[in-house]
Nanobody
Framework: QVQLVESGGGLVQAGGSLRLSCAAS????????MAWYRQAPGKQRELVAV???????NYADSVKGRFTISRDNAKNTVYLQMNSLKPEDTAVYYC???????????????WGQGTQVTVSS
């Protein structure tokens, strides 16, 4: 059984910072792409940032220069450092990971349960 568990969400004032973490656990052989998505009320889920196993990153235009995605491969953990937060960053943030389970041959995508980030003006 594989689980992705997020932490670090909360309430912050505009201009503040938060750091989200997402740890993958279970019978994992390797983790490939890891990413953060977010979904605001009444809107579709959108990609925020992605990082490959080699460390290549890509960001949504709306967060470039403010958010930083990173990972610790030894811990199967991905982070999202969010600075200069704006009220429009308010959303539920989800992580996902494309990973290979032990004794499996196909990459599968797993999602975390989501963590709420609320930015007050």
């Amino acid at each position: 059984q594989v689980q992705l568990v997020e932490s670090g969400g909360g309430l912050v004032q505009a201009g503040g910072s938060l750091r989200l973490s997402c740890a993958a656990s279970g019978s994992i052989f390797s983790v490939n792409r890891m990413a953060w998505y977010r979904q605001a009320p009444g809107k579709q889920r959108e990609l925020v940032a992605v990082i490959t196993s080699g460390g290549t990153t890509n960001y949504a235009d709306s967060v470039k220069g403010r958010f930083t995605i990173s990972r610790d491969n030894a811990k199967n953990t991905v982070y999202l450092q969010m600075n200069s937060l704006k009220p429009e960053d308010t959303a539920v943030y989800y992580c996902n990971a494309d990973l290979l389970k032990a004794y499996d041959v196909v990459l599968q995508r797993y999602w975390g349960q989501g963590t709420q980030v609320t930015v007050s003006s």
